[in-house]
């Protein structure tokens, strides 16, 4: 069976929750979200590709991302775009391995 940590660029499942804050505000902070044309303002929290943040509640369309030019996708070597819409790093890239057949 696949385990999650093999996705988890983030590290999140060694980090202690003071931890887990911590990066998360790092990963809010430096992220791209607001600028993409597919953001809605006043949706939160952003920083959609990391693990537990979940999808946007408002965004209805997805519009010319930004992920691939965003400063925490290279820092941590993301391979998906769409956090907003269609979940973080690690819940894209288990799904692509279950679909693939390697559960």
């Not at 929750?17 to 952003?46: H, R």
């Not at 979940?54 to 775009?81: A, D, F, W």
């Not at 907003?84 to 679909?99: D, F, G, L, P």
């Amino acid at each position: 069976m696949v385990k999650i940590s093999e996705f988890d660029n983030f590290g999140v499942e060694e980090l202690s929750k003071a931890e887990y804050d911590k990066m998360q505000a790092y990963v809010t902070k430096n992220c791209k979200c607001q600028t993409c044309p597919t953001y809605v303002k006043g949706d939160n929290p952003y920083g959609y590709c990391f693990p537990m943040v979940g999808t946007s509640k408002l965004i209805q369309r997805e519009k010319n991302c930004v992920c691939e030019s965003c400063p925490i996708y290279k820092e941590y070597e993301l391979t998906h775009t769409f956090y907003c819409t269609r979940c973080s790093q690690v819940c894209q890239a288990y799904k692509s391995e279950v679909a693939a057949g390697h559960e």
